[in-house]
């Protein structure tokens, strides 16, 4: 979590000092990243499923009554449209965005991750920036601590849908249209175990 927010952080930091303005959450959950960073001029938007966010909405009016520059957008990103409730929501694709996608992937197939990537493209401004963190697996898939913490998370209605190899997030942005530039992942990393990936793509 620690290396998962201060990466995101990072690239928050830098967009907003390189001008960006529109800040999207995708599978935003309960990340409080948008009050922690809201400020003046800038817009945030939170995309999440329409029967978790109310929820979030309920516990953030209840913490951060006056919560201006954030707009919830509900999508089910198994099915909608994002491109279309970003634009309905006052999303403006003529301007730079910085879209974050934090331990969203493996809970959606790859080829809706696939597609979803290539929407936000499509909307992507140039000087836009995606970031992502992504659960990488190996090739083996993951051991059995991996396959347990799978079912267990199934059990509480979490399944993980998504399968992330080394290789794999790197080429699904390219093929989506953004070019990656920066990434890091998990000192824990090795040949048999899983990972955590922190990746940045931009549009060019
Ligand atoms: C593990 S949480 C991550 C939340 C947040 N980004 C964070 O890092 O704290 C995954 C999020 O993805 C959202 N999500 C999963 N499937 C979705 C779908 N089909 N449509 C919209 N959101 C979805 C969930 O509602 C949840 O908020």
């Not at 948008?34 to 001029?41: E, M, N, V």
């Not at 954030?70 to 999303?91: E, S």
């Not at 909307?123 to 396959?147: F, K, M, N, T, W």
Request: charged share 20%; hydrophobic share 45%.
């Amino acid at each position: 979590m620690a290396l998962r927010t201060r990466f995101i952080d990072n690239e928050v930091m830098q967009a907003t000092t390189e001008g960006t303005s529109q800040f999207v959450l995708v599978g935003a959950g309960y990340d409080g990243r948008a009050l922690r960073f809201r400020q003046p001029g800038a817009r945030w938007f939170e995309v999440d499923h329409p029967a978790t966010q109310p929820d979030k909405q309920r516990r953030m009016s209840a913490v951060a009554p006056d919560a201006g520059g954030i707009t919830f957008v509900p999508v089910d990103l198994l099915r909608d449209d994002v491109g279309t409730a970003l634009a309905n929501a006052g999303h403006d694709a003529s301007q730079p965005s910085l879209f974050i996608c934090e331990g969203l992937f493996t809970y959606l197939p790859n080829a809706v991750v696939s597609s979803l990537c290539a929407r936000l493209r499509a909307v992507a401004a140039p000087r836009s920036v995606l970031v992502a963190s992504v659960l990488v697996v190996p090739e083996s898939g993951g051991g059995i601590a991996q396959r347990f913490v799978n079912s267990l998370l199934a059990a509480l209605g979490e399944r993980r849908l998504g399968i992330f190899h080394p290789g794999t997030t790197e080429s699904l942005l390219q093929s989506a249209g953004w070019t990656v530039s920066r990434r890091a992942a998990s000192a824990d990393y090795n040949a048999s175990s899983r990972r955590l990936l922190l990746i940045t793509a931009e549009a060019e």
